[in-house]
């Protein structure tokens, strides 16, 4: 697979099992609901896991936004290339959505809950306090980061064989830290199924959240810029 493909397809795994354990957990009358939030948090480290593991052979396992950008900064990785492969992570994270809508399409359809419906598919703050929301993004992004740096070999981009240890990263950053915005963590994780909720045919949705959009992306972006510098003043 090229770069491109390996990102789009990982980031598709990634969001299949992410917002899929979601959907299992919190829509009506599926095998999984009330499932609670260790069983969401595993299904999200899985995906990491899952992601990581298939796209890094081919390309760098990023799957995230932010992951890039700070391995770019680090000059890990070609300024050149991040568009390219945000972009291919953002259609990823669309596919992956629609994967999940399609196959829970009838469990939608049985939870008139606008607000449950678009927890599915991205995050939203326990407390609405824009300063703390995004403080909590980036924090979180930036252990995210920092672990992940320390995890890899010095010099290389995430690898097959860093792909347990990172989920595991993830499963502890999402029992932790978690709580307060659903730690979304990654960009594309959290705007390309956005961008499906508002344009997918679920019946009786509600808003897409537009105002809290920027939060999950603008926080990973800072925390993981934080991140590479602060591992870089270390090194």
Known sequence: MT?????????????ILGDGVVANVILNKTKGQNGGWIVITF??????????????SSGGGHLNPAVTIALAALDRFAWASVPLIIVA?????????????LVYRRHFDETPDKGTQLAVFCTGPAIRKTADNLVSEIVGTFVLILGALFIVAPGNTLG?????????????????????????????RDLGPRIMHAILPI?????????????PIAGPIIG????????HLIQ
């Open 3 to 15: 770069p491109f493909v390996s990102e789009l397809t990982g980031t598709a795994l990634l969001i």
């Open 160 to 188: 097959s064989l860093d792909a347990l240890p990172v989920a595991l990263l993830v499963l502890g950053i999402g029992l932790s830290l978690g709580g307060t915005t659903g730690y979304a963590i990654n960009p594309a």
């Open 224 to 231: 993981s810029l934080l991140a590479a510098l602060c591992f």
């Open 203 to 215: 019946k009786g949705k509600g808003s897409s959240d537009w105002g809290y959009s920027w939060i």
């Open 89 to 101: 992570q953002m259609l990823g994270a669309m596919l992956g959505a629609g994967i999940v809508w």
């Open 43 to 56: 299904g999200w480290a899985i995906g990491v896991f899952v992601g990581v593991y298939a796209s890094a």
